[in-house]
């Protein structure tokens, strides 16, 4: 019954923006801590950013920080993840997810164990 969906991704020369939209079903998102991850082939899936169910609190990972911005717009129940000045190792699948462990922010981690309701992702590439 819950449902997210990722829009937004696609092909962006280095230096470019993209914003990627989660739409969910199922779920109000001022409910759950929500965060976006990405993994890339080969490697481990990476948090990349969260936001606290009243919204004043965020994550970000260091790779991220000062270029991506998380955000969650209530009335029409969709999570955004601003990306600007992207970069080639910005490329992977970007994931939306909701929290299934009752996650605190701030903190200075964020990891997949930690949510269990993802979306299908959406493929973000950027070239050099």
């Known amino acids: 019954q819950v449902q997210l969906v990722e829009s937004g991704g696609g092909l962006v020369q280095a230096g470019g923006s993209l914003t990627l939209s989660c739409t969910a079903s199922?779920?109000?998102?001022?409910?759950?801590?929500m965060g976006w991850f990405r993994q890339a082939p080969g490697k481990e899936r990476e948090g990349v950013s969260a936001?606290?169910?009243?919204?004043?609190?965020?994550y970000y990972a260091d790779s991220v920080k000062g270029r991506f911005t998380i955000s969650r717009d209530y009335a029409k129940n969709t999570l955004y993840l601003q990306m600007n000045s992207l970069k080639p190792e910005d490329t992977a699948m970007y994931y939306c997810?909701?929290?299934?462990?009752?996650?605190?922010?701030?903190?200075?981690?964020?990891?997949?164990?930690?949510?269990?309701?993802w979306g299908q992702g959406t493929q973000v590439t950027v070239s050099p």
């Open positions: 997810a909701r929290d299934v462990v009752g996650i605190v922010l701030p903190r200075n981690d964020l990891k997949a164990a930690d949510f269990g309701y």
């Open positions: 199922g779920l109000t998102v001022d409910d759950y801590v």
């Open positions: 936001i606290s169910t009243n919204g004043r609190s965020t």
